[in-house]
């Protein structure tokens, strides 16, 4: 959790007095533990797989002060009616935009992954397109260098950041997440490259191009890209596509 909202400055005793009074009459009186969410927030960026963290605070008695951490934070029962909201709330304020593709990856909890009381995340990853709206002024893209981070992040972000990186690489062996990854329009060149960045190896052309085309998951735009080469056709994603799973696998090539 990035630390921001309710939690900010709240001692170990601030699971005891939420929703109390809400609880009365259902006898819910009983200690709780912090309640947040966090979102890996991934994207492409001079031709590599970023991810987006921010800069905690400074201030006297904030955990891991001046750290990165995954956006995210409390939970605002007033706000968020259900975990996906919170997640799609803070992708928000950290980015300007609403992802094309939101999953929820898991939940982290315990006694010591927060210095100011038991502690329980709800992790999601995001999927947003190149250059896509504007960050917040504590927000920053960090490239991800063979399948992980070399920053140290706060609390145990790291920790699900690496799932999310797995998560990601695994889901694109077999889908078609790298189409949320990609600019309004775009050539299957591109769409190829994008998958061999998140995979970290390359694809063969022929066999890429068929599969895609055949999930029926892209169409054409009235326009070619034109440059150095000869003419490029541009795509652009079906509207309100759903992801496409593939029955075979990328296999990496023998």
Known sequence: MAGEGLGRGLGKDFGKGVGKDIGKSRHLDFPRPLTTVDVVIFAILDDSLQVLLVQRP?????????????????????????????????LREK???TSPYLEQLGSWGSATRDPRGWSA????????????????PDARWFPIRG???????????????????QRLRNKVEYTSLPAYLMPAEFTLPDLQRVYEIVLDR??????????????????PV????RGANRPAQLYR???????????RTFNPPE
């Open 147 to 165: 399948g992980r981070l070399k920053d140290k992040l706060a609390f145990d972000h790291g920790e699900i950041l690496a799932t999310a990186i």
């Open 202 to 219: 390359p694809l063969e052309k022929s066999a890429f191009r068929t599969r895609i085309l055949s999930a029926d998951m892209i169409e």
């Open 58 to 90: 400074a201030g006297e008695g904030e955990p891991f002060p001046s750290a990165w951490a995954l956006p995210g934070g409390f939970v605002d029962v007033a706000k968020d009616s259900d975990l996906a909201a919170c997640a799609a709330r803070k």
């Open 121 to 136: 995340t709800h992790a999601y990853f995001a999927l947003i397109p190149e250059a896509a709206g504007v960050l917040a």
């Open 222 to 225: 009235a326009r070619m890209r």
């Open 95 to 97: 980015t300007g935009v």
């Open 237 to 247: 994603l079906k509207k309100d596509s759903e992801p496409v799973y593939f029955v």
